[in-house]
């Protein structure tokens, strides 16, 4: 069974639509991320989550909003959208100890959602 | 500020082989993990493997390994024995300790063909 759900797997919107990115993880990990890999550039982070709370946002744009209503739930709203928007949204989560941090855990990535605006 | 470089973008070798793919990074953090990933044709990406800077021997992982070479801020990956399905674009990553950001920094990845 896929441990991370992403959904829809491709997804086509018209510029200046909005659209929700959907991410569901079943490994029991407390913090999520949202990551983007579009054709002109590696993979970049977007934003993490710990226990529903934002933990740090490296977006610029203000159209692009996590929304998390349960601790296994990281959706990626994204307003406005453009064609430049257009890329694979990757939504990964991993099990961080408290107390200090210096034992990162390694991130576990779902399968991605192919956003696509014309 | 925080840089990781990946120079190799593709490279092809015959089954049952040994390869290696480069990373390097920048960091002014101390303390710093870094990983090895693969993403596959499909677009599904693997975490592989991950060395923790305060660890002074390489980790390995089944057929996977890596050369951390500390002073030079490099971080290989070798896989040895490889195999038809080990074809892939491999990403370098890495996370610091104390710079508050919970982030993993991404190579540009290296496109490994492994031919029969």
């Known amino acids: 069974d896929p441990k991370i759900i992403q959904k829809p797997k491709y997804l086509v919107a018209v510029t200046g639509s909005e659209k929700i990115l959907i991410c569901e993880q079943y490994?029991?990990?407390?913090?999520m991320y949202w990551y983007r890999q579009s054709a002109k550039k590696p993979l970049e982070f977007m934003f993490s989550y710990s226990y529903q709370k934002l933990m740090d946002n490296q977006t610029a744009s203000s159209r692009f909003q996590p929304q998390s209503s349960k601790k296994n739930h990281l959706d990626l709203q994204i307003t406005a959208l453009k064609p430049d928007d257009s890329a694979t949204y990757f939504c990964?989560?991993?099990?961080?100890?408290?107390?200090?941090?210096?034992?990162?855990?390694?991130?576990?990535f779902g399968p991605g959602t192919r956003l696509t605006v014309l | 500020a925080q840089k990781v470089t990946q120079t190799q973008t593709s490279i092809s070798v015959m089954e049952k082989t040994t390869v290696t793919m480069d990373c390097v990074y920048e960091?002014?953090?101390?303390?710093?993990?870094l990983f090895w990933y693969k993403q596959t044709a499909s677009g599904e990406i693997v975490f592989l493997i991950r060395q923790d800077s305060y660890k002074k021997e390489n980790a390995t992982v089944g057929h996977y390994s890596l050369n951390f070479q500390k002073p030079k801020s490099s971080i290989g990956l070798i896989i040895t024995a490889t195999q038809i399905e080990d074809s892939a674009v491999y990403f370098c990553a890495m996370r610091e300790a104390s710079s508050g950001s919970w982030q993993l920094i991404f190579g540009s990845g290296t496109q490994l063909t492994v031919m029969p």
């Open positions: 960091t002014q953090d101390s303390s710093y993990f």
């Open positions: 490994l029991g990990h407390n913090a």
């Open positions: 990964a989560s991993s099990q961080e100890k408290t107390g200090g941090p210096y034992n990162y855990a390694e991130q576990f």
